[in-house]
Structures are given as structure tokens and as C-alpha cells.
């Protein structure tokens, strides 16, 4: 806020000064500005701090003191230009970038609209369907782009040009040389009344479709909107108070959450503090090049890791080796790489089918089937091959590393890069650690998660680890459900509606059945007391149903792999509850959506709140951070702790308690949710993310 005075303060005086003559505002090392704290939104929702009066930075500062001033600003921007920093440029009457400035309102992610003019300014200076399609996917562009765009008015070739290049400019406004533009008096770029209308209506539209949940996006649109329509100055005032109001909003806290708790995860006790440096990898080997190996090899040459891919036999190599390519060929097809950079990334992957040339790598991920026995014989003979330093990683999803580093005598040395399928893709990566575990290998698999661009998450070891292991009662409660009456389809509809990716019956689809029996059966081996067991897939299963790959599952599948209910699923419902023994109960068969939701849910919190207390998890952020990137919880409900904070640990002990007297141990609440729910604590409250520096 201080800044935010002084901007006000010195632009004030300089107008006074009779000795100055035009204004250059730019940012210093390399950067213009990364915009507002994020972290006062946090001290402004909880009143630590006073938010500043509504219109104070947009009327008061940057109209009435920089657009409306009698002497010429010009904007001088390298590196980010991004949220309020870009709405200080856009209220210059000019603005100057090197080619690699990065300008754009990335606001939205946060929950809040452009509140410092944003919204008025870009559609006037780069026209309203680019402005709407800048401010709602919350993409930034270039100097180039933006010069193209009418965003910026000069792009100069070197960061040594800007200031000189932005004073001649601004110098030449004042010389009436070059023109005197008040951004929010431009009106070229904005489109008739009439044909700006259907521009919004359309962006409302596929608005809802994309994010029905949310209502930040449309008020962006109606603030732009009022704008158009009343003029800037009544745009400001409507931007001035939705910013206020939306800055209180649920959807705010829990995106703000999401943000610091990312930039948290790499904070790691007993790990991250003992000094240690990255060790420097060269060569990655990868074991498997199925689905989960090939796309984990797609990420590591694409950040430049040279990578051996072993197979057993030359078809499944090349087989794999066809993956990566066709991986990379789908971005050339999208336009994210060219034919150049397509052939210098593939040459960094090599083949082989022994272990011939293992003897300088520095990393090997394991990555075939989940088969306890080979990936004991697997690590056995990687320590004969590899060199002392090599890591040994394992790419499982459920098993217990102790149980696969059993015949390994460097257990040091072993440690888990758990990706989330397309590995290539999912932003997760989740470092799974035991007892053993040296602090040197999780440092340096910490620093190859950043490399690949992934946000890391370490755990320790455990059947399933944080995510798997939390969400094993999502699918399994969504089944009690159907054996006891609920549709199917209104679950997923339910689900789906709360703001996940895809319900757990089609989730199941997707991944196959085979899978979900594998997993499943690792819940029942090591928590049998909480595993609701259900006959019904396994009956599908029998009846080669196995999911979208057998185009028959809960759904049924046409050529294009559209999802539609099939009716025949309920003969397959009645067989399993006859062979259980279950009966409909009539109570669940008129469930509201939000009653569904709070079932399938509630026991993952409960299984969260053991992996909290049991130490698995080093704080709930990690644990929100895991849900919203490993199986896709929406993040404007800030992960699932937050989620369950936001309803309270004695309304949530209150569901359970009252649905494991109905339908037994499965919803029976954990002791750390019992103890949180009896102090009315937050169940998140045993450990706080440090907090991290941003701007926007």
C-alpha cells in the first residue's frame, strides 16, 4: 500500500516541478512490476490491514493524476507488466517494451477482476474481444504481440534502448510530435454498440459453459460492459466496487490459498533448510515405455533431459519410443513447437533393451506394472548397474517402497517420483520419501520437478501416498451409494456440478477397471476396517465391461469416445446387491445434490485428516495443492482441507458420526477429525504454510 502512496506522491510532485517536462515510469532490475502484493489480500479479508477506498488507485491516481495530467508519461516495460502493473502503464499516454516484456491482467486466477482500470483501458487500446479473451484466460503476450495489438506503441531491440527510446518518446508528445492519448478516451478500437453487445453475449455464454460455478468472469464482462455502454468514468466506479466485493468473496480466498500454497510445497523440513545444492543430472534412464513411461520421458526431454528408454523387447520399445514422438507431434499439430525443435528434442532420447549403458546415469524412473516382485527384481539389478550416486526412483502409485526397495541394499538411495497420467501433462509430481530417504536425493528430485515444470509435492511412504490414498474412499463411497439406490448418473451429475473434471463412475470409465481392481485391492489388504466392498465392478468386469477402452463400462462409448448412460446397468446394480446382500435404502435414493457431494466427499476428508496426523503429509496446503493437481478438485474451493474448513470440523464429525451408525466403519471419523471437531479447530490448523512472496 505504501508504494501505492508514493506512486501518488511523486507523480504529483513531478507535475509540480517545473524543471521536468514529461514523466518515463519504469521498474527496476529487468522488471516493470508483477502488480499488487497478493499477500495484503489476505491481511485485507482479514482486516489486519484497511483496503484502500474504492476508485483510490483507478480515479483518483491513475486518471485523475497520470492519464489527466498536463505533462506526458510514458511507460518504459521489460520483463512482467502484469496485473496492476500493466493498468500503471495502460494510464500512461504511451508505452515502450523490449520484445520479451510479458503484459497481461492475470487477475481472474485469483478470483477478483482487473481493479485499477483494467478493465476499461484494454478493450480500448487492443479492442473488446481480445480484451475479454486477455482478461479471461488470464494469458499474457509479448512485445511483439502486444506492439501488433496496439498495446504498447514502440518495441525497441535491447533493454539498453528502453529509457532513452521512452524519454524521446515522451518528449515528442510534448513537442505535439507524437500523439497525446488518454487510453480511456480511445474509442477507434471498440466496436459499434450493437456488435459489442453480441461480442459479451457470446463471451457470457461460453463463460458459463466453461466455469458455471463462478461469478467473477461475468462480472469482468458486465464491468466492461458498463463501460461501453456509460462511458469509462462509469466503468472505473463499477470496476471500483466489484473489485471490493469480490475481494471478499469465497472464491478469492480459496485462490489466493492455491496460490501460496503451490509456491509453499518445495518447503520441506529437515530437507530444504540443511543447505544442500541440486546435484547436477545428465542422463535419465526410464524403465517401461508404456502410458506412464513414455510420458514421463516426454517431459524430461522437453525441459532437455538427455533420457535412456529401457524395454524387454524391441516391439515394446519402439513402441514406446512411437509414444514420446506422437506426444511431441501433437504440439507441433497445436502450434507449440516447430519441425526444428521437434528433431533436436526426440535425439535426446535414446533406446535400449539392457543395461549396458546405465553406467553414468543419474536418475532411473521405474515405471512398469504395478507387480510387487518384478519391481523388487527391477531395483536389485539396477544396483548392480548404476553408479553409487544414481537414485533409484520408482514410478508406483500405491505400493509401499519399503516393500519394492526390499532386496535393495542402498536404501538411501530410493526414493518416489509418483506422476499423475499423461505424465507429460498432469502438473503433479509427487516425491514420496521413507525413513530412510537421504535428503540429497529428495533435493535433487525436487529441482528436477521444477526443471519439467511440474509442482512437487513430497510425501512420505505409505499404500496409496497423499493422493491415491485420500481419494481411495471417493469411488468406493460413490459405490455404497448405488448399492443402496442412488443413480449412477445423478452422482456423477452431482460431482461433476460441484466443480470435478469428471464424476467418479466415469473417472472409473476412464482409467479402466482393471486398475481400479488392482488399487482397490491394495485398500483392502491395508485398511480392511474402512474398505466398503462392492461386487458391482468386478461383475462388470466379468462381462468384459472394463471401461472406455471397451467402449462398455457405466457407460457405453460411440467411435468419437462420447460418454451416454446405459440403461443395462441397473441389472448389473441388482446382481451385486444381491450377492452382498444389500438392500435399497429409500432415504438415499432421493439424495439432493449437495447431500451426494457431502457422501462421496466427507470420508476423503477423513482419510486427509490421517494422513495429516500420521505425518504423510508435512501440512494440509500440500494436501490441497495434491487434490486440486493429482485428481483435478476445483480450485476455487482451495483444495479439500480448505474446503472442509470453509463447513467446519464439527459439522463434518457431525455427517460421518451419523453416517457410520447408518452404514458402518467406512464413514466411522478418525481421531485427529474427532479431536479438531470437539476444540472446533480447523482441521488445516496443525501446520500453516510459510508464506511466499508474489505480486500481481
Known amino acids: 500500500m505504501s508504494m501505492l502512496y508514493s506512486l501518488k506522491d511523486n507523480c504529483e510532485q513531478a507535475l509540480r516541478r517545473d524543471d521536468i517536462k514529461a514523466i518515463v515510469i519504469t521498474g527496476e532490475r529487468g522488471k516493470f512490476s508483477g502488480g499488487f502484493d497478493i499477500s495484503a489480500f489476505g491481511k485485507i479479508q ?25 505533462k506526458p508519461f510514458v511507460a518504459a516495460v ?11 502503464a495502460m494510464a500512461c499516454h504511451a508505452r515502450v517494451s523490449t520484445p520479451y516484456a510479458q503484459l497481461g491482467l492475470p487477475e481472474l486466477q485469483l478470483g ?21 479473451e486477455m482478461m479471461l484466460t ?4 509479448k512485445g511483439e504481440e502486444a506492439l501488433s495489438l496496439g498495446l504498447v506503441d514502440a518495441v525497441v531491440a535491447s533493454p539498453s534502448e528502453l529509457i532513452s527510446t521512452a524519454r524521446r518518446w515522451a518528449l515528442d508528445i510534448l513537442d505535439s510530435k507524437r500523439p497525446w492519448i488518454i487510453s480511456y478516451h480511445k474509442t477507434e478500437k471498440l466496436e459499434p454498440l450493437g456488435e459489442a453487445r453480441e461480442i459479451l453475449k457470446f463471451a457470457r455464454v461460453q463463460t458459463r459453459k466453461r466455469a458455471p460455478n463462478l461469478k467473477h468472469p461475468l462480472v469482468c464482462i458486465d464491468v466492461v460492459e458498463e463501460g461501453i455502454v456509460s462511458g469509462s468514468r462509469a466503468g472505473l466506479w463499477k470496476e471500483a466496487e466489484a473489485f471490493q466485493a469480490l ?41 517401461g515405455g508404456g502410458l506412464m513411461g513414455s510420458g514421463i520421458a516426454t517431459a524430461l526431454i522437453l525441459s532437455g533431459y538427455p533420457v535412456i528408454l529401457k524395454e524387454v523387447s524391441d516391439k515394446f520399445l519402439q513402441s514406446g519410443i512411437g509414444r514420446v514422438k506422437a506426444n511431441l507431434q501433437s504440439r507441433v499439430k497445436k502450434g507449440q513447437m516447430n519441425q526444428e525443435k521437434f528433431e533436436k528434442t526426440i535425439s535426446l532420447l535414446k533406446g535400449a533393451l539392457d543395461y549396458g549403458s546405465f553406467g553414468d546415469v543419474d ?16 531395483f536389485s539389478d539396477l544396483e548392480k548397474f548404476c553408479p553409487p550416486h544414481c537414485i533409484l526412483a520408482t514410478n508406483t502409485s500405491t505400493i509401499d517402497l519399503n516393500l519394492i526397495g526390499e532386496k535393495t541394499k542402498s536404501q538411501d538411495r530410493i526414493i518416489g517420483a509418483h506422476f499423475f497420467s499423461p505424465a ?42 497423499a493422493v491415491n490414498r485420500i481419494f481411495f474412499p471417493y469411488t468406493q463411497a460413490a459405490l455404497l451409494l448405488v448399492d443402496r439406490g442412488t443413480d449412477v448418473y445423478h452422482i456423477d451429475r452431482a460431482v461433476t456440478n460441484f466443480g470435478m473434471p469428471m464424476g467418479p463412475f466415469r473417472l472409473c470409465d476412464l482409467v479402466g477397471f482393471g486398475v481400479a481392481i488392482a488399487t482397490g485391492g491394495q485398500y483392502i489388504l491395508n485398511f480392511p476396517e474402512r474398505t466398503y466392498k462392492s461386487m458391482l465392478i ?61 457422501i462421496v466427499f466427507f470420508p476423503v476428508v477423513n482419510e486427509a485428516c490421517r494422513v495429516l496426523s500420521e505425518g504423510i503429509a508435512i501440512k494440509a496446503a500440500d494436501l490441497d495443492i495434491a487434490s486440486v493437481m493429482g485428481m483435478g478438485f476445483p480450485p476455487y474451493r482451495g483444495g479439500v482441507m480448505f474446503w472442509a474448513d470453509s463447513l467446519g470440523s464439527k459439522y463434518i464429525y457431525s455427517k460421518l458420526d451419523e453416517l457410520s451408525k447408518s452404514y458402518g466403519d467406512f464413514f466411522k471419523p478418525c481421531s485427529y477429525l474427532a479431536q479438531q471437531a470437539a476444540k472446533g479447530a480447523p482441521l488445516s490448523s496443525s501446520v500453516a504454510p510459510a508464506p511466499a512472496k508474489a505480486r500481481l
Open 78 to 88: 521489460d520483463g512482467l507488466a502484469l496485473g496492476g502493473g500493466l493498468e500503471v
Open 538 to 598: 468386478p461383475l462388470l468386469q466379468e462381462d468384459k465391461r472394463s471401461g472406455e477402452a471397451t467402449k462398455r463400462g457405466f457407460y457405453i462409448y460411440d467411435e468419437k469416445r462420447k460418454a451416454s448412460p446405459d440403461p443395462e446397468i441397473k441389472k448389473y446394480i441388482q446382481k451385486a446387491r444381491e450377492i452382498s446382500g444389500v438392500a435399497v435404502d429409500p432415504k438415499l435414493t432421493k439424495l439432493s445434490d449437495k447431500e451426494i457431494v457431502e
Open 138 to 141: 488470464s494469458k499474457p503476450v
Open 247 to 287: 475481494l471478499q468473496s469465497d472464491t478469492c480466498k480459496s485462490l489466493v490459498h492455491i496460490f501460496f500454497a503451490q509456491r509453499s510445497t518445495t518447503k520441506v523440513p529437515g530437507v530444504t533448510d540443511l543447505g544442500l545444492k541440486p546435484r547436477s543430472i545428465k542422463k535419465v534412464a526410464i524403465l
Open 363 to 378: 536418475i532411473v524412473i521405474e515405471a512398469v506394472i504395478e507387480d510387487i516382485n518384478l519391481k523388487q527384481n527391477i
Open 112 to 132: 477478483i477482476i482487473p481493479g485499477f482500470g483494467g478493465t476499461q483501458a484494454l478493450p480500448r487500446l487492443v479492442g473488446i474481444t481480445k480484451a475479454l
Open 424 to 465: 507429460h501433462v498432469m502438473p503433479l509430481l509427487e516425491i514420496v520419501r521413507t525413513q530412510k530417504t537421504s535428503p540429497q536425493a529428495i533435493i535433487d528430485l525436487l529441482d528436477i520437478g521444477k526443471k519439467i515444470k511440474k509442482t512437487p509435492v513430497v510425501v512420505g511412504n505409505c499404500t496409496g501416498f
Open 46 to 70: 482479514d482486516k489486519s490491514i484497511e483496503a484502500p477506498r474504492p476508485g483510490f488507485v483507478s480515479l483518483e491516481i491513475l486518471s485523475d493524476v497520470v492519464a489527466a495530467a498536463k
